[in-house]
């Protein structure tokens, strides 16, 4: 499956952006779906993931209460809804998919438990 992120840009602290994950290739529909961030000379962290299902999410801590995601399988497409931006945020944002078992509803916290990943797109918050 292909990844394609989108929705980065220029906000102010305190604003919103929503970011879009969008599989092609294959259905999205057995694959889970994560988050991932990068700032310079800092290492990837885990930013957030949904079940294939959609009925399980997780979050770090340090974005718990102001991202949210969702996943519309229909458009195979994964939403990344962050609010209450701060500075902090400012990275280069990473959707990746991996395909799960049909019983299987957990959420993947680590990178390396993705398979696929898509090419980034970039947050910038201006304090």
């Known amino acids: 499956v292909q990844l394609q992120a989108s929705g980065g840009g220029l906000v102010q602290a305190g604003g919103s952006l929503r970011l879009s994950c969008a599989g092609s290739?294959?259905?999205?529909?057995?694959?889970?779906v994560g988050w991932f961030r990068q700032a310079p000379k800092k290492e990837r962290e885990f930013v957030g993931g949904?079940?294939?299902?959609?009925?399980?999410?997780a979050y770090g801590d340090s974005v718990k209460g102001r991202f949210t995601i969702s996943k519309d399988n229909a458009k195979n497409t994964v939403y990344l809804q962050m609010d209450s931006l701060k500075p902090e945020d400012t990275a280069v944002y990473y959707c990746?998919?991996?395909?799960?078992?049909?019983?299987?509803?957990?959420?993947?916290?680590?990178?390396?438990?993705?398979?696929?990943w898509g090419q980034g797109t970039l947050v910038t918050v201006s304090s």
């Open positions: 949904i079940s294939w299902s959609g009925g399980s999410t």
């Open positions: 290739g294959r259905t999205f529909n057995r694959y889970a």
């Open positions: 990746a998919a991996t395909q799960r078992d049909p019983f299987d509803t957990t959420v993947v916290v680590t990178s390396r438990g993705y398979t696929y």
